[in-house]
C-alpha cells in the first residue's frame, strides 16, 4: 500500500524563543531544488543579521530531500526539519529556520527541539492539501492518428495539446500519475502512435 503524500497550499511562519534565542521558520510550497534555492536567497537577505537560516526540504518525483544546518552542530538543526517534513509526509515543501542568537548556548538536544518545534509550528500555520504527482507524456506518429487520440484524450478530459514540430507532428500530454495506465491502455489501440 503506497502512502498518499500531502503538501502545502501557500507560505506559513511561526516563532518561538528559547533562552532569548528567536527561531522563525518559514515554511513554503516550492516544485524544485531552484524554486527552493530563489526562496533560500530571499529569506536570508531578508533576515541578513541572523546567525543561522538552517533549512530542509522535499521536492521532485523521485524525491529529492536534503538538509542543512548552516553552522550549527551536525544534525542539531537541518535534521530535525527534515524528520517534521517527513513524519507529516509533505512533498514539494521546503522550510528555513532562522536563528537570531540570544547569547547562551542550548546544547544539541535544546537545538534539535527548538528546530523541530518551530518547523512543527509552521506546519500547523499552514493548510496541508493532498499532493497529486503529474506526468508529462510525448505521442509521435501520423497526423491522422494523433487526431484520433486527441479525441479520444477530450473524451477523458485529459490535458492534451497538439505540438506543430518540424520532424513529426506530436501531441503532449499533462497528466496525473495514476492516469498513465489507463492512457496507456487507450493508446495501445494505435498501433501507429509511439508514447515517450
Not at 518551530?118 to 508529462?136: D, H, M, S, V, W
Not at 510525448?138 to 492534451?160: E, P
Request: glycine share 6%; aromatic share 8%.
Amino acid at each position: 500500500m503506497s502512502v498518499k503524500k500531502r503538501t502545502v497550499s501557500c507560505v506559513s511562519e511561526f516563532s518561538l524563543t528559547q533562552q532569548k534565542s528567536k527561531f522563525t521558520a518559514i515554511l513554503f510550497p516550492c516544485a524544485d531544488e531552484d524554486v527552493f534555492k530563489s526562496n533560500l536567497n530571499h529569506i536570508k537577505a531578508l533576515h541578513a543579521k541572523a546567525e543561522h537560516a538552517c533549512y530542509a526540504y522535499q521536492v521532485g518525483n523521485p524525491i529529492k530531500s536534503r538538509a542543512n544546518d548552516d553552522g550549527e552542530p551536525s544534525g542539531s538543526a537541518g535534521l530535525p526539519i527534515l524528520g517534521q517534513l517527513k513524519s507529516h509526509e509533505l512533498i514539494n515543501v521546503g522550510c528555513v529556520v532562522i536563528r537570531y542568537y540570544g547569547g547562551t548556548k542550548l546544547g544539541v538536544p535544546g537545538l534539535i527541539a527548538a528546530y523541530k518545534n518551530t518547523c512543527l509550528g509552521a506546519i500547523r500555520e499552514n493548510k496541508i492539501i493532498p499532493y497529486q504527482a503529474f506526468q508529462t507524456l510525448q505521442i509521435v506518429g501520423n497526423y491522422v492518428s494523433l487526431m484520433k487520440f486527441m479525441s479520444v484524450a477530450n473524451q477523458q478530459n485529459w490535458h492534451i495539446r497538439y505540438l506543430d514540430s518540424e520532424s513529426e507532428p506530436m501531441l503532449q500530454i499533462h497528466i496525473e500519475e495514476e492516469s498513465v495506465p489507463l492512457v496507456m491502455d487507450k493508446l495501445s489501440l494505435f498501433s501507429s502512435l509511439t508514447c515517450f
